[in-house]
């Protein structure tokens, strides 16, 4: 299982000088991968292209670009874009993002997002392999080809927790990203269904991409008011409350990673027994970041 660090752009990472010196010294670390999250502040494509310049070993991904406001030979032309960046280090994963954004912040329609998924994915895998595409569906309608010479294709992950976004994303994607999702609902729901919609489509097995909070502290309970208060809001999105119900989790401080050493381990090692393919691992604002980063370096080096 490879061990990745994800930042989502804020403090001293919220400047392009911050977020360089940030990826270095994650690569530096030795962790396989940096993983960015898609937010309000620096643009996550633009972000890892430069990354990619001003590293040369660690794996980069995004952990996720919405699809809703880019068009996806607009996201296979950035994504190939960054692979040539990064000299094929890029992973792109999208999602649907939620309607609260999509409509409420950005004006646009969220009706019927599956169907908006399958469309985009046909267009977009075989665009990101610089192939022309032909395509007339009920939303996109193509007839267009994208040429990057320095890139051949991306592997794609799509954040997909319900059981048709499951099925597309083992049928046309690489695998699945996940957010708010607990060890249990990834082994009994998630990891089976993606599995099994990549086997019938004659796939790989896919990626399994899970994300999940970090923070080493000394008392999970002394810290489990600021958790719950800082997580609540993923609790009311209806995608990550019905992931919450599955794994029976009052809100998403109940399965954090979160604790001591001890707490911690016990977490990594149950996730890559399940079949978590890539931990993308976000650190939380208790405790002490570097600590639990270097932590989860020892975490690495006791793997290798």
Same mark, same amino acid.
């Given at each position: 299982? &490879? ?26 670390? /030795? =962790? ?5 999250? *898609?937010? =309000? ?5 633009? *972000? ?10 660690? &794996? ?22 960054? @692979? ?5 280090? =890029? ?31 046909? #267009? ?16 996109? %309608? ?8 320095? *890139? ?14 499951? %099925? ?6 690489? /695998? ?7 060890? &249990? ?5 998630? #990891?089976? &269904? ?35 208060? /800082? ?26 990673? $979160?604790? *001591? ?12 027994? #399940? /079949? $978590? ?16 980063? @270097? =932590?989860? @370096? ?7």
């Amino acid at each position: 299982m &490879k061990i990745g660090i994800n930042t989502a752009g804020i403090g001293p990472e919220g400047t392009i000088d911050g977020m360089i010196e940030q990826a270095k010294k994650i690569e530096q670390m /030795g =962790f396989d991968t940096l993983w960015i999250a *898609s937010m =309000f502040g620096l643009d996550a494509m633009m *972000s890892m292209a430069l990354i990619g310049r001003e590293t040369s070993r660690i &794996k980069l991904g995004t952990a996720v670009v919405p699809t809703y406001p880019r068009h996806p030979l607009t996201m296979a032309q950035e994504a190939a874009t960054v @692979q040539a960046a990064s000299k094929g280090r =890029f992973t792109l994963g999208i999602g649907l993002s939620h309607q609260p954004v999509i409509e409420g912040a950005m004006g646009m329609s969220y009706d019927r997002p599956a169907r908006h998924m399958r469309e985009y994915l046909q #267009i977009l895998m075989p665009a990101l392999r610089n192939e022309k595409v032909q395509f007339a569906g009920e939303l996109y %309608k193509t007839n267009a080809m994208i040429t990057v010479a320095e *890139s051949k294709g991306a592997s794609v992950v799509v954040a997909a927790l319900g059981d048709v976004m499951l %099925k597309l994303a083992g049928t046309y994607a690489d /695998g699945t990203i996940t957010w708010m999702t607990g060890p &249990k609902t990834l082994e009994t729901h998630i #990891i089976p &269904k993606i599995s099994k919609a990549a086997k019938e489509a004659g796939k790989p097995a896919p990626r399994i991409v899970a994300g999940m909070p970090f923070a080493l502290v000394a008392d999970k309970d002394a810290v489990r008011d600021r958790l719950e208060r /800082g997580l609540k809001m993923y609790g009311t999105l209806k995608s990550y409350r019905a992931m919450l119900d599955l794994e029976g989790a009052a809100g998403p401080a109940d399965f954090a990673c $979160v604790g *001591s050493e001890k707490d911690i381990s016990a977490a990594i090692r149950r996730l890559r027994d #399940i /079949g $978590v393919t890539d931990l993308n691992c976000t650190l939380l604002g208790v405790g002490d970041r570097d600590l639990t980063m @270097q =932590f989860l @370096q020892s975490e690495l080096k006791a793997r290798a």
